[in-house]
């Protein structure tokens, strides 16, 4: 079975400062999507990123990068230049198909001006 | 172009009863997926609906149900509402046909249901 893990519950990080989020997930699929999803308060989640597994290449979304490590299996989130409207729950989810997708338990993200 | 679109954005119920939660997709978008956001499940895929066939279902008793119209319009239905169905239903609409639909996804802000 496909399962994520986000191990940090919380995370802080200043304004203008770098922070990143983990994630591992268990699969025995070669070929697969990996996601950091947004989630503020006002409950909408909002695509941050994406990362096919057959591409080597860490995919990057202006401050938004990700540390895919295929092998170990471990997908974090780097997010450069925090802003205060960075601050919201942080998913990681892995795509099983068919519009099912698999969300880790969250890391909430606090930006202090 | 409109987001997701889900109705009610509130909604609180008497256990027993039942329910029925409305999403409009984005104009275009035929699969609509749906997802329960719980504090202590976090959250579970329900299913995924494509041009009015469920395509795909998650681990749910059957008190869950849904459809989709022929405009691409899902509903959710839950009979015998218990205490433990008090959550955050979110649905997903992707303009992508294939089975990696959820590539594209378009999450709407939910319906918070609360079963007292």
């Known amino acids: 079975a496909q399962t994520v893990t986000q191990s940090q519950p919380e995370m802080s990080v200043q304004e203008a400062e770098t922070v990143t989020l983990s994630c591992t997930y268990d699969t025995s699929e070669s070929d697969y999507y990996l996601f950091w999803y947004k989630q503020p308060p006002s409950r909408q989640m909002i695509l941050v990123i994406r990362q096919e597994a057959y591409k080597q290449q860490n995919a990057t979304e202006n401050r938004f990068s990700v540390n895919f490590q295929k092998a170990a299996k471990s997908f974090s989130l780097k997010i450069s230049d925090s802003q205060l409207g960075d601050a919201a729950m942080y998913f990681c989810?892995?795509?099983?198909?068919?519009?099912?997708?698999?969300f880790g338990a969250g890391t909430r993200l606090t930006v202090k001006p | 172009k409109a987001g997701v679109t889900q109705t009610p954005r509130y909604l609180i119920k008497t256990r027993g009863q039942q329910v029925t939660l409305s999403c409009s997709p984005i104009s275009g978008h035929r699969s609509v997926s749906w997802y329960q956001q719980t504090p202590g499940q976090g959250l579970q895929f329900l299913f995924e609906y494509f041009s009015e066939t469920q395509r795909n279902k998650g681990n749910f008793p059957g008190r869950f149900s849904g459809r989709q119209f022929s405009n691409s319009r899902s509903e959710m239905n839950v009979s015998t509402l218990e205490l433990g169905d008090s959550a955050l239903y979110l649905c997903?609409?992707?303009?992508?046909?294939?089975?990696?639909?959820?590539?594209?996804?378009?999450f709407g802000q939910g319906t918070r249901l609360t079963v007292v």
């Open positions: 989810a892995y795509g099983v198909g068919w519009g099912d997708m698999r």
């Open positions: 997903a609409s992707t303009g992508r046909i294939d089975r990696e639909a959820n590539t594209e996804a378009f």
